[in-house]
Nanobody
Framework: VQLVESGGGLVQPGGSLRLSCAAS????????MSWVRQAPGKGPEWVSG????????KYRTSVKGRFTISRDNAKITVFLQMNSLKPEDTAVYYC??????????????WGQGTQVTVSS
């Protein structure tokens, strides 16, 4: 099983980045996908999630209207388009894949993370 994030980097406030997470080794279309970030000295923070078929998306309040999550099940990749970036968006961004059976999490996979730094 692998989740490989890419697309991070240094960007000025107000700029944009598009993160990608390429999956392999599991049935991607059966997993809900999320992005989780962790800023220096802080705990992990859920950012956004998307359902197996892409029909349902959710965002934390602070990124609503600025970030867009999407997935391409044919290319087994999930994306996070980040616009109007702010310094407080600086963090390592992790891709997370979860398969549930009802309320029970039966598989939970994580990528290695990609650094996003928003600074002038």
């Amino acid at each position: 099983v692998q989740l490989v994030e890419s697309g991070g980097g240094l960007v000025q406030p107000g700029g944009s980045l598009r993160l990608s997470c390429a999956a392999s080794g599991f049935t991607f279309g059966s997993f809900d996908m999320s992005w989780v970030r962790q800023a220096p000295g802080k705990g992990p923070e859920w950012v956004s999630g998307i359902s197996t078929d892409g029909g349902n998306t959710k965002y934390r309040t602070s990124v609503k209207g600025r970030f867009t999550i999407s997935r391409d099940n044919a290319k087994i990749t999930v994306f996070l388009q980040m616009n109007s970036l702010k310094p407080e968006d600086t963090a390592v961004y992790y891709c997370n894949a979860v398969r549930r059976s009802g309320a029970l999490v039966i598989f939970d996979y994580w990528g290695q993370g990609t650094q996003v730094t928003v600074s002038s």
